[in-house]
């Protein structure tokens, strides 16, 4: 049966076993109180699995066994060459299991198993197998100092590292933290979010297959309150970082100072300007424009919500970008030929439809979509929604200000290139953006000018795990992804020598 059929996916979602205890120590454990918590598709509404819920005692005891583990330098002191062979072998066993993660991906998160198959595991594979090459090239220092001295500068892990993930990429993101903490040698606490913990608990189940030693990765299902605040308070974690809201990052950096002044990373939310100049190619910047605003259902901190488009071409430019969102019409998840799935849950649409009221109320005029849609027949009976594209936008409105994280985009006219990076800037976020122009000197003023940690120039969402990945502003501090992680996740330690 071939791979790229709906029968194909649902034969091997049927044969995929869910996961559904914690891990801790190297082997599956039930929370100590025995609580567990419904893991629910988004796409059915139905229940996958019952899932550990694990409280602050199962923290304490993952803390305790992850700091007992680190002091023992089992895998803090090994070689960093040895700590490279464990990890290259991790990436190869979720490579070996590629489909059964991706499925795993998308019962969990609604997404599609085309998306997931091509782009989640692949993605995370690479992050682990990239990271666990570099780090036996990562060199220390020698300062230049007077004669008689000799100073050493090394890199030496921070600790125990508490990494907090989001539910829109649980399984990029998830890659994006350990791969750096643990090729550095530290001992990790992954806290997962309770709406999407089962690749977490697979990916933690390879780690051990692949030589990792027990105790050095514990992953614990469980919600913010009470388990994600214990854990940031907790004094004997060094580190933290996190993916998720602006408002939830302002309280791990509250809890870090009433703690123990835990290093502390954060990327946040976004409110990304994609900006299109007349002198584009407009027909492939509407395609982007699409992809930008409704690919893996607008959850997506660096999606394009807001479409700055140059006034002189303002509605020719929509007209095409409706045409384009006519292909990303809500679809079955384990369909390979649909291009976006389910929204996470019920209270997301909530949210989603609340913006697109308030769109209105505003003077926001409704160009496409902006509906819910009430299930797609059969089992299909959870959350979609239609992609949503609002034209006569201004920028001081609350659908440009504040991050839906829903397919939706609010398109606002510019006049020239000052004008669109005024606007740009015009955010408390500084996380992605795009520019559409074929004038190097248009293109490259607008990237040099917009405040954001990642621009695209006749592209959105570029990069690879080369670079950094992070914003300005409220869309947090620190960097994933390329030697820059490595910083986070490590203390610099001078030597000074007298001879």
Not at 35 to 51: D, W
């Amino acid at each position: 049966m071939s791979n790229n059929t709906l029968e194909y996916w649902q034969t091997k979602a049927a044969q995929t076993a869910i996961p559904a205890n914690a891990w801790i120590n190297g082997k599956p454990a039930p929370a100590l109180s025995g609580k567990t918590r419904s893991c629910i598709n988004p796409a059915t509404g139905k229940v996958l699995a019952e899932v550990a819920e694990c409280q602050p005692e199962d923290g304490d005891l993952a803390v305790n066994i992850a700091r007992d583990t680190f002091n023992s330098g089992v895998w803090s002191n090994m070689a960093p060459g040895e700590r490279k062979k464990i990890l290259v072998r991790w990436a190869e066993l979720i490579e070996a299991n590629l489909e059964e993660i991706a499925i795993l991906e998308t019962l969990d998160a609604g997404k599609p198993i085309s998306d997931t198959t091509s782009v989640d595991v692949p993605s995370a594979i690479n992050t682990i197998r990239w990271t666990a090459e570099a780090i036996d090239k990562v060199y220390g220092e020698i300062a230049p100092t007077a004669p008689g001295t000799l100073a050493l500068i090394e890199r030496l892990p921070l600790g125990v590292v508490l990494a907090i993930v989001p539910w829109n990429f649980p399984l990029s993101t998830t890659a994006w933290k350990l791969a750096p903490s643990l090729a550095a040698g530290n001992s990790v606490i992954l806290k997962p979010d309770p709406k999407t913990p089962l690749t977490a608990l697979k990916l933690a189940e390879l780690a051990t297959e692949a030589g990792l030693p027990d105790g050095v990765l514990n992953v614990l299902p469980g919600d913010g309150l009470p388990l994600g605040q214990h854990l940031s308070l907790h004094p004997d974690i060094d580190g933290q970082t996190f993916t998720g809201s602006t408002a939830v990052g302002k309280l791990l950096m509250q809890y870090s100072g009433q703690s123990n002044l835990k290093r502390t990373f954060l990327e946040l939310g976004g409110k990304s300007a994609n900006i299109v100049f007349a002198d584009a190619d407009l027909d492939k910047a509407a395609l982007w424009a699409a992809v930008a605003g409704f690919y893996n259902c607008g959850q997506t901190c660096t999606a394009g919500t807001r479409l700055l488009v140059q006034d002189s071409i303002y509605d020719e430019f929509l007209e095409k970008v409706a045409e384009y969102a006519k292909g990303w019409q809500p679809g079955n998840p384990l369909d390979p030929n649909t291009s976006m799935g389910a929204v996470i849950d019920q209270r997301q649409i909530d949210t989603i439809q609340k913006y697109v009221g308030i769109g209105e109320e505003e003077g926001a005029e409704l160009l496409f979509g902006g509906e819910a849609v009430d299930g797609l027949g059969g089992e299909l009976t959870g959350c979609y929604h239609q992609p949503t594209l609002f034209k006569g936008a201004r920028n001081d409105m609350t659908i440009a200000q504040e991050e839906i994280f829903g397919p939706v985009v609010s398109a606002i006219p510019f006049t020239d290139a000052d004008d669109a990076i005024r606007i740009a800037n015009d955010s408390k976020y500084g996380l992605a953006g795009g520019v559409w122009s074929q004038n190097i000197n248009t293109a490259l003023k607008v990237a040099n000018g917009v405040r954001t940690g990642t621009m695209g120039v006749n592209n959105y969402f570029g990069g690879d795990i080369t670079v950094p990945f992070g914003g300005f502003g409220e869309s947090g501090n620190g960097r994933d992804k390329s030697l820059h992680a490595l910083n986070d996740y490590t203390e610099l330690k001078t030597t000074w020598i007298e001879y």
